[in-house]
């Protein structure tokens, strides 16, 4: 029998997270007819973002995305959105006071995760070593350790369309701060942990393990960890409601 334990005991675990993943699994059905876009294959896809411009990020592409989502969020809002212009998103919110901010973050998040196919979330293998997205152009939200030859190697996960993708360096990849002696981790159990940045003061949380990715790489799931840090005065980086 496998120990690797579902959602739903996970749950029944953490009973204080029922409401947010009730709204999550709604937001999931909200948005179960949306199919992914017609993308170019992984290996073109691969060989396009080589200058650094993340895909999401190219005209063409920028556009698909915004013709897919304007029926639920404003065109102009939604490029500004795309761009990781939040000073400009921030704006337009100011200058639509019905429009809900984080709902609609939410809502266009889950939309572009919807539309990004599955084969061109899988970095893993590739060289893509910059601490932003390649598919979104996103910072991370969280982290991952995977075994990797007789060591482990790190893996940042992309809040906005899920990516995820390798990352060689030590140290943050909010402030490119690589002194570790100014970065201490905070072990919360076996499988979770805080890689905290003493020069900005940013917390990447990270899963140390494998084969329960379902639960751990969704960043609401451990929503108490966020709650701990905020009460330590940490800043959270790359979550898609926040900014
Ligand atoms: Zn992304
Ligand atoms: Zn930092």
Same mark, same amino acid.
């Given at each position: 029998?496998?120990?690797?334990?579902?959602?739903?005991?996970?749950?029944?675990?953490?009973?204080?997270?029922?409401?947010?993943?009730?709204?999550?699994?709604?937001?999931? %059905?909200?948005?179960?007819?949306?199919?992914?876009? &017609?993308?170019?294959?992984?290996?073109?896809?691969?060989?396009?973002?080589?200058?650094?411009?993340?895909?999401?990020?190219?005209?063409?592409?920028?556009?698909?995305?915004?013709?897919?989502?304007?029926?639920?969020?404003?065109?102009?809002?939604?490029?500004?959105?795309?761009?990781?212009?939040?000073?400009?998103?921030?704006?337009?919110?100011?200058?639509?006071?019905?429009?809900?901010? #984080?709902?609609?973050?939410?809502?266009?998040? #889950?939309?572009?995760?919807?539309?990004?196919?599955? %084969?061109?979330?899988?970095?893993?293998?590739?060289?893509?070593?910059? &601490?932003?997205?390649?598919?979104?152009?996103?910072?991370? #939200?969280?982290?991952?350790?995977?075994?990797?030859?007789?060591?482990?190697?790190?893996?940042?996960?992309?809040?906005?369309?899920?990516?995820?993708?390798?990352?060689?360096?030590?140290?943050?990849?909010?402030?490119? &701060?690589? &002194?570790?002696?100014?970065?201490?981790?905070?072990?919360?159990?076996?499988?979770?942990?805080?890689?905290?940045?003493?020069?900005?003061?940013?917390?990447?949380? #990270?899963?140390?393990?494998?084969? %329960?990715?379902?639960?751990?790489?969704?960043?609401?799931?451990?929503?108490?960890?966020?709650?701990?840090?905020?009460?330590?005065?940490?800043?959270?980086?790359?979550?898609?409601?926040? %900014?």
């Amino acid at each position: 029998m496998s120990k690797i334990q579902t959602l739903e005991t996970y749950l029944d675990a953490h009973n204080f997270l029922r409401e947010i993943a009730d709204f999550h699994r709604e937001l999931d %059905e909200q948005f179960s007819a949306i199919q992914p876009l &017609n993308f170019p294959p992984r290996e073109k896809v691969l060989e396009l973002v080589k200058d650094g411009v993340p895909l999401l990020q190219r005209e063409n592409f920028l556009r698909q995305i915004l013709d897919a989502t304007k029926n639920f969020v404003p065109y102009e809002l939604a490029e500004k959105l795309l761009q990781q212009d939040n000073q400009s998103a921030e704006k337009f919110f100011s200058e639509h006071e019905d429009l809900n901010k #984080t709902l609609t973050r939410k809502i266009f998040w #889950t939309a572009v995760d919807k539309l990004v196919p599955a %084969e061109l979330k899988r970095w893993e293998r590739d060289d893509w070593q910059k &601490n932003y997205c390649p598919i979104c152009g996103r910072r991370p #939200t969280m982290a991952q350790l995977k075994k990797f030859n007789d060591g482990r190697a790190r893996y940042l996960l992309c809040g906005g369309c899920h990516t995820l993708w390798n990352w060689h360096r030590l140290g943050c990849p909010y402030c490119g &701060n690589e &002194n570790l002696e100014r970065i201490h981790i905070l072990e919360l159990d076996s499988k979770m942990r805080l890689d905290v940045c003493e020069e900005c003061n940013c917390y990447l949380k #990270t899963y140390s393990a494998e084969d %329960e990715e379902n639960i751990y790489l969704r960043d609401w799931t451990t929503l108490h960890l966020d709650l701990m840090a905020e009460e330590k005065s940490l800043r959270k980086v790359g979550a898609v409601e926040l %900014e």
